[in-house]
């Protein structure tokens, strides 16, 4: 397939990188791993309806009251603070067994942070694809491009010091999006200044967004008639 020959040629790809990261060196576990047993807990305890949109990722999404905002009390959030693309894949059975009608996909600047390598954020995200199509395969699925951060705020240090690699994992997850069957949604131009960085006036600290940011980016799913 496709991204396969794409994976091939990520590691001769790295090593052009100017500004390479220590991406042999990292940990699959969450940055707040005490937040995802409580936030499980809470996901088990609501019952299974099948057919609902369900957003799902780490505290981006988390954050987005999307019921409200799409004034749907059907629509599930799931996510989880700190979360990476690894403990998505663990947890993806909850999204699976409720065979929702869509599903919004956004992770990975946490897995960036960690200095997981784009060829593996990029290949987790294609296994996650993969198990919802075999599951579910009703199932619409919208990858959403992974934002833009403000490196002039200082509040996420590792994170912001890797902004170079969310172009390249956004690259690969569009690139796919035909072969694996999903739709990329880039969202980078409703939130990024002219230099590229989080505009401030949508963002507390660089990494997360206001209140004001959620409804632009609703209005532009319901725009793009993907809502």
Known sequence: MKYIFLLLLLPMMACAQKKPTNQNLFDTIPFIPEHTPQRLAIFSKQPIVKGVTIFLGNSITEAGNWA?????????????GGDITFGLLKRLDDVTDREPKKLFILIGINDIGKDIPDSVIAYNYFKIIKQVHTKSPNTKIYVQSILPLNTLHAGFPQHYDKAEHIPKVNAMLKANATAMDYTYITLTPLFADKNGRLKDEYTYEGLHLKPEAYVIWVDYLKKMKYL
């Open 68 to 80: 409200k905002l799409l004034n749907d009390t059907t629509v599930l959030n799931r996510g989880i």
